[in-house]
């Protein structure tokens, strides 16, 4: 006879039994807990099994996000979820102490590819190229997938049905966004003199693959 399972462990998620501050500074306790061990970011729906029904998740943030000020650390919204992060002003601390971390630098090209990506995604490398109006190398195409700030999106509707490029959490994540609306908006990245679209279309900021004969989208 087999070994018997393991019972599930129960975790007393209403805490009725505990007074009001009490019941809250453990609710606080789990949900940093539960951040903290996590390697990527953390969404409500998988703090919400760890605490009451009449928690208020946001409020909880609130309070650990308070009693963390003056710590070299924060808990930030990122990628869909909330995650800690060590606070940019100990960048040079950090890696002084250990070294950095893996090396996710872009060149301008892929700078720019990536934000064409993401603000008109689903796009197909065609569609990159006719927007820059030349060949997007598919060498830029599969760092930028290596890197893991894109990935394959739903096949477009064009002829052979391509596959579309579309950011990743990887991508929220790493550039500190919670969710695509809080892409700068394009205007402003004008304004600032971060971007130009004028530059885009004529194809002058990017090191472009030489144009040969016409190749089928990438297919994954």
């Known amino acids: 006879m087999g070994r018997r399972a393991r019972a599930k462990a129960y975790l007393d998620l209403e805490l009725a039994d ?3 501050e009490l019941r809250w500074r453990e609710w606080m306790g789990r949900v940093e807990a539960v951040i903290f061990a996590s390697p990527a970011p953390v969404t409500r729906e998988v703090l919400a099994r760890v605490v009451g029904r009449d928690c208020n998740l946001d409020l909880v943030i609130e309070d ?3 009693e963390l000020r003056g710590r070299p650390y924060e808990l930030v919204s990122v990628a869909g979820g909330w995650q800690h992060r060590t606070r940019k002003s100990f960048g040079d601390t950090i890696r002084t102490a250990i070294g950095g971390g893996a090396d996710k630098s872009l060149s ?3 700078n720019l590819i990536l934000a064409c990506i993401a603000y008109y995604q689903p796009i197909t490398r065609s569609e990159l190229g006719q927007f820059f109006g030349k060949k997007v190398s598919r060498d830029l195409i599969g760092h930028l997938r290596g890197l893991g700030f894109i ?3 739903p096949r477009s509707p064009q002829p052979g049905a391509p596959y579309t ?3 990743t959490n990887g991508f929220l994540s790493h550039f500190g966004f919670n969710t ?3 892409l700068p908006d394009m205007e402003m990245l004008e ?3 971060l971007l130009s679209k004028e530059k885009l279309l004529a194809g002058e900021m990017l090191p472009f693959a030489e ?3 016409a190749d089928d989208d990438d297919m994954v």
Do not use: F, K, N, S
């Open 18 to 20: 505990l007074p009001a």
């Open 64 to 66: 650990i996000r308070e």
């Open 108 to 110: 301008e090209a892929e």
């Open 151 to 153: 990935g394959a999106g």
């Open 165 to 167: 490029y579309v950011t």
């Open 180 to 182: 695509l609306r809080d």
């Open 191 to 193: 304004d600032a003199g």
């Open 211 to 213: 144009t040969t004969a």
